[in-house]
């Protein structure tokens, strides 16, 4: 455990905001997770926990504890004929789990590879991308529950998987840290490449033969086309979530805006692109200073350097009120704002 005071969060947030905390603990261990936990909900507080920090935007320093999870390890713990079961700690880092499941030619995450972040932090808003979710390959995860330091464990059905969305953040929300998450993983593929441009993708490569590999390189290189490396240009992903509207609703707009991508959701409703919804506004591109609506994803805001998280905020309220003005939809941003 190592333990830092009034540290700048920068290096730990991929919007890149600089900002400070009060107290930064690095920790490894389950147990002194636990401690720490309980010792702070018997003082009235709530640490914050942070994994890669690529799904939050600061807009205020933290006047309290920072916790970075670092429990690691990958351990195979049973299989049967078509499937093995895998417990990763929450502090490994999502694509390096993706990496290693392909070394082992294990399938189920291909498609979300280079997805930013941690283990721990997947199941909190169940990610997705191209075409398949966390859901699909997860079995059951252990959190410690903040009030009493008590392991939980929770099955698929009690995680309440939805679109970007999970019970951790709806009625459960601040009450667990999750320390480990076990994937149930396929020894046979069953390829998905249906989804946005991967057959493209795949084709214009030159691939005949399917692999994991190969469906995983391909979501690599679209994502990297479209997306802005965090690396160069702070971001945390997608802004705000795809709403999701009545299908009459998706109907009285597709008859005045007759390009508007819609994809079936539940039954009765359909999901809209925010990022097209956007673009059409007008925003995309759009740079105030150091920050702005990125120029190839108008659903990815960016942080060129030395923005604050509060002018990346309001920037955020401004293209939610302008999108419901223009289209009459409510967007929700599926970045944690702090
Ligand atoms: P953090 O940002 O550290 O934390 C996110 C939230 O979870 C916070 O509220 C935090 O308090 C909480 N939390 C973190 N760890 C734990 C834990 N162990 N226990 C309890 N609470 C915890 N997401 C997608 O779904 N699909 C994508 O395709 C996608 N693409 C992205 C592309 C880019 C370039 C970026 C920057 C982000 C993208 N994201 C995407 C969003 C992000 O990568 C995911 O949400 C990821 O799971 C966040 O992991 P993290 O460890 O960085 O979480
Ligand atoms: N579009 C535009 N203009 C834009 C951006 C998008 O017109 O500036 C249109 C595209 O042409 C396409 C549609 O919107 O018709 C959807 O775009 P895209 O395929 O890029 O996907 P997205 O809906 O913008 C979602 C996820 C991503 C995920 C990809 C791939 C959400 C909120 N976002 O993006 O997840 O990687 O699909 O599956 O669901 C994230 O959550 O952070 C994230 C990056």
């Not at 609703?249 to 692109?273: C, F, M, Q, R, W």
Request: charged residues 20%; contains cysteine.
């Amino acid at each position: 455990m190592q333990c830092f005071s009034n540290v700048s969060l920068k290096p730990f947030n991929t919007f890149g905001i600089d900002i400070s905390a009060k107290e930064l603990i690095k920790v490894s261990k389950q147990d002194d997770l636990a401690e720490i936990l309980v010792s702070e909900y018997q003082a009235g507080r709530m640490p914050l926990i942070i994994g890669g920090g690529s799904n939050v935007l600061f807009t205020r320093d933290v006047d309290g504890m920072v916790i970075l999870n670092q429990l690691r390890g990958i351990e195979k713990i049973k299989e049967d004929k078509d499937h093995i079961w895998v417990k990763v700690g929450a502090g490994e880092v999502w694509h390096e789990f993706v990496l290693w499941c392909i070394d082992h030619n294990l399938a189920g995450v291909e498609n979300m590879s280079l997805i930013p972040g941690s283990v721990g932090a997947a199941p909190m808003q169940n990610i997705g991308a191209y075409g398949v979710e966390l859901k699909s390959v997860f079995s059951s995860l252990e959190a410690i529950e903040r009030a009493s330091g008590k392991t939980h464990k929770f099955d698929n059905p009690t995680c309440e998987f939805g679109y970007r969305s999970s019970i951790f953040k709806t009625h459960a929300k601040n009450q667990f840290v999750i320390t480990s998450v076990t994937f149930k993983l396929n020894k046979q593929p069953f390829f998905n490449t249906s989804y946005g441009a991967i057959e493209q993708e795949l084709e214009s490569s030159g691939i005949r033969e399917l692999s994991i590999k190969a469906v995983s390189d391909a979501v690599i290189r679209i994502r990297q086309s479209k997306l802005p490396d965090p690396e160069e240009i702070g971001n945390a992903g997608s802004f705000f979530k795809n709403p999701v509207i009545t299908n009459a609703a998706y109907k009285e707009l597709k008859a005045i805006h007759s390009t508007i991508p819609g994809y079936p959701a539940s039954k009765g409703y359909t999901k809209v692109a925010a990022g097209w919804l956007i673009d059409q506004a007008g925003w995309k591109g759009r740079t105030l200073g150091n920050y702005g609506v990125h120029k190839r994803q108008a659903l990815v805001l960016v942080n060129y350097g030395g923005a604050t998280g509060k002018q990346v905020f309001d920037l955020s309220t401004d293209i939610l009120t302008d999108i419901h003005q223009k289209f009459g939809i409510e967007l929700e941003r599926e970045v944690n704002i702090i």
